[in-house]
Nanobody
Framework: QVQLVESGGGLVQAGGSLRLSCAAS????????MDWYRQAPGKQRELVAT???????DYADSVKGRFTISRGNVKNTVHLQMNSLKPEDTAVYYC??????????WGQGTQVTVSS
């Protein structure tokens, strides 16, 4: 059974940093693409950052230059380093991947709260 487990959320002041981690289990091969999404109260879930198996990355315009997505040393782990955090970054952050014939898998989410 495929599971994604996030960790690393919390409360931080504006301008601070947090590092989120996601570990995928139940998958034998290396996952091609892993993403981070976020959802703020009353808003739609949005794509924050994407990384491929070979390390290609893409970011939402709102986080470019502040967030960095990277693959972990352990297979099928991914990190999101978030610097210069702003109150508008406050959201539940979800790890995501799509496998097989288009089946989406999501983590349980981790809360990030940035105080002004």
């Amino acid at each position: 059974q495929v599971q994604l487990v996030e960790s690393g959320g919390g409360l931080v002041q504006a301008g601070g940093s947090l590092r989120l981690s996601c570990a995928a289990s139940g998958i034998f091969s290396s996952i091609n693409v892993m993403d981070w999404y976020r959802q703020a109260p009353g808003k739609q879930r949005e794509l924050v950052a994407t990384i491929t198996r070979v390390g290609s990355t893409d970011y939402a315009d709102s986080v470019k230059g502040r967030f960095t997505i990277s693959r972990g040393n352990v297979k099928n782990t991914v990190h999101l380093q978030m610097n210069s955090l702003k109150p508008e970054d406050t959201a539940v952050y979800y790890c995501h991947t799509r496998l097989g014939f288009g089946t989406d898998y999501w983590g349980q989410g981790t809360q990030v709260t940035v105080s002004s």
